[in-house]
């Protein structure tokens, strides 16, 4: 009952407000945990792992340094006694000063009682080392002196306590190091539970919103795409069902409207489908059935029928010349020039850009060319004339008449165009009959 009321809660809102909300049960979870990942999780992390970094770099590096640079500093004086060379007291006092800066950066960088307790005993075991080291490479002759060698005992003793301690200040670094790790683990295995449960939450809270946007949207949608289909059928007298004042309640109520005024348009448009929209005159698709159908009456009742196929001569001139504005003044003035010449039954058409053409029932061939040279000198001398500037225009005719040059509408309309094609060809302005005519008589029919 819940689940009914909260749909229709929902359906009385507008679209936008529930794309609003069904985004909101979504992001709302998402940030939550954005947020609190970013300050229980990320933050932690992050310093837990500054200081794994810290402690590798300024504490573990140091000191496995530290500790090869003091067993490496018993080198120069035990060759010095064996072999007495001068040069390993400056080796010595060099390692030495680096041990010293070591020893100083170690102890400035260490927290905690027990590290600092390790490095003082490391340094205090140095400091004896060194001392003897200085005693060894201050003896004179120091190759097989018994003195010598007894010193560089308890020097080797004291460099390895030094050197152990160092290494359990390593193993103290260590440790520190592997609690970092299980502090980062710990971390890890929280960020992925939480970020799971927020999944899991933001999960089912989408699966609600989509549910809802479904019922309240998508199902709606979808009938009045079913409406909408039908009505593209050419159905329009089905209707939308208007349920709620939400945009697809007013788009139903708006397609409602729009099917009804199709259906008025409609008839509107059937009437003026046949018309050329620039010189109102029956278009090619309406010449094509028209031209179909006198062929057929004609057969029906032994009537001669004639077609004039007319073209403007160099009418691209016109346009290029005076401009396409001129070219359309011309094609009108010249359709109501030859609509106005024509009687009432003659079918006249606008064939296709500069052509036209001219149906004429019931007419000979003869009659037909007298016809069509009255118009050729029609339009040859119109004043065909914008904004003050005189067009010259003119037109060449072709003429072919059934049944003597064809039976068939397009044999006839082939015929009639190789004429329009002869007249061209043959200078222009001028007309132009069909050859292997029969011998028609003039007013036949």
Known sequence: MKRFDLLAQLSRLSLRRRYEFGLFMIIAPMAVVAIAGFFYVYI???AATDSLIHTVRHELDPVVELQIKITQSAMPVNDYLIHGGKDEISNFRSQSQEIEDYFLKIRNELVGEQAQLLINQALKSWQKAQGLGEGILGIANPVGNAQGARTMEIFDREITKSASAIAALDETSHLKIDQALVDLSERNQTAILVI?????????????????????????????????????????????KVVGKDEIGQLAHVMNNMAVQL????????????????????????????????????????HSCSLLMM??????????????????????DMA?????????????????GEEMTAILPET???????????????????????????????????????????????????????????????????????????????GQG
């Open 44 to 46: 932690p992390m992050i």
């Open 263 to 302: 259906d008025l348009d409609r008839r509107v448009l059937e009437e003026i489908a046949t018309q050329d929209a620039l010189t109102e005159l029956y278009n090619r698709r309406s010449f094509d059935e028209r031209m179909a159908e006198e062929i057929s009456r004609s057969q029906r009742f032994s």
């Open 196 to 240: 799971g449960i927020g999944f899991l939450i933001a999960l089912g809270l989408a699966v609600i919103s989509g549910v809802a946007f479904v019922v309240t949207v998508i199902n709606p949608l979808r009938h009045l795409s079913e409406v909408a289909s039908q009505m593209g059928e050419g159905n329009l007298s089905i209707r939308m």
């Open 364 to 442: 000979s061939f003869d009659d037909a060319l007298f016809f069509a040279e009255q118009l050729r000198e029609l339009i040859d001398k119109f004043p065909f004339r914008l904004g003050g500037k005189k067009i010259p225009v003119t037109i060449s005719i072709g003429v072919a008449t059934y049944p003597g040059h064809g039976t068939e509408a397009a044999g006839i309309i082939g015929k009639a165009d190789a004429a329009l094609y002869e007249a061209k060809g043959t200078g222009r302005n001028r007309v132009c009959g069909a050859k292997d005519i029969a011998d028609l008589k003039s």
């Open 311 to 332: 073209d403007i001569d160099h009418f691209k001139n016109v346009n290029d010349t005076f401009g396409h504005q001129a070219g359309d003044k011309v094609l009108k």
């Open 336 to 352: 109501v020039l030859i609509r106005g010449r024509a009687r009432a039954q003659d079918f006249i058409a606008r064939y296709g």
